[in-house]
Structures are given as structure tokens and as C-alpha cells.
């Protein structure tokens, strides 16, 4: 399974900036889709997930009312919709799949990751 995400680039505080995840296979749907993001210097961390059907989702808290996550299971494409974007946002995001589901915001549920792409926020 091959994750391609896109989308960064370089944006103003309080601009938005949507990221999409494409994938080249029809286990798209069968998978449950998350975005996770690495700052300079800190850990990956947890951004937003969506279930199999895109009837459920979850954010972070620091992103939450900001961020939207969707998915066109036509497509086999994932998306992060980012809105009122801060500096702190400025990391290199990753679109991830997970086969077997369980707890969304964890790294080891995931078995297929993307090679990211960066979004900067200048202030």
C-alpha cells in the first residue's frame, strides 16, 4: 500500500491550507485513515483520525475547531482541511492507514505510512 500525501507549502498565520493523501489501492476503505505531524526537535504526535465509513472522527485538542479530516472512498483519497493555521502548526505531516483499526491516536495501529509532507506557518 502506497500512501502519497501532498498539499504543503508555506502559509501566513491565520491562512489554510488543505493536504490530501492518495492511495493507489482499494483498502483505502477498508481502513481506518489518520494525519499525524512532526515539529522540528519533538515526536510525532497525533493530529486527526476518521473511521473506515468517515462517520466518526477525532482530533487533537490543540486542532480541534480548526482542522477537519475527510475521506472520498471513490477516490481513495484522504484529506486534512487546516484553517486559522498557527506557527506552532509548522511540522512535516504524515497520512497513515490502519488495516486492523483500535485506538486511532496511536502510532502501532498503523500499518502504512506516507512520506510526508511539510506545512510552515510563518507568523
Known amino acids: 500500500v502506497q500512501l502519497q500525501a501532498s498539499g504543503g507549502g508555506l502559509v501566513q498565520a491565520g491562512g489554510s491550507l488543505r493536504l490530501s493523501c492518495a492511495t493507489s489501492?482499494?483498502?483505502?476503505?477498508?481502513?481506518?485513515m489518520g494525519w499525524f505531524r512532526q515539529a522540528p526537535g519533538k515526536e510525532r504526535g497525533f493530529v486527526a483520525a476518521?473511521?473506515?465509513?468517515?462517520?466518526?472522527?477525532d482530533y487533537a485538542d490543540s486542532v480541534k475547531g480548526r482542522f477537519t479530516i475527510s475521506r472520498d472512498n471513490v477516490k481513495n483519497t484522504l484529506y486534512l482541511q487546516m484553517s486559522s493555521l498557527k506557527p506552532e502548526d509548522t511540522a512535516v505531516y504524515y497520512c497513515?492507514?490502519?488495516?486492523?483499526?483500535?485506538?486511532?491516536?496511536?502510532?502501532?495501529?498503523?500499518?502504512?505510512w506516507g512520506q510526508g509532507t511539510q506545512v510552515t506557518v510563518s507568523s
Open positions: 476518521i473511521t473506515r465509513s468517515g462517520s466518526n472522527t
Open positions: 497513515a492507514a490502519s488495516i486492523r483499526g483500535g485506538n486511532m491516536r496511536v502510532e502501532r495501529v498503523y500499518n502504512y
Open positions: 489501492t482499494r483498502t483505502f476503505s477498508n481502513s481506518v
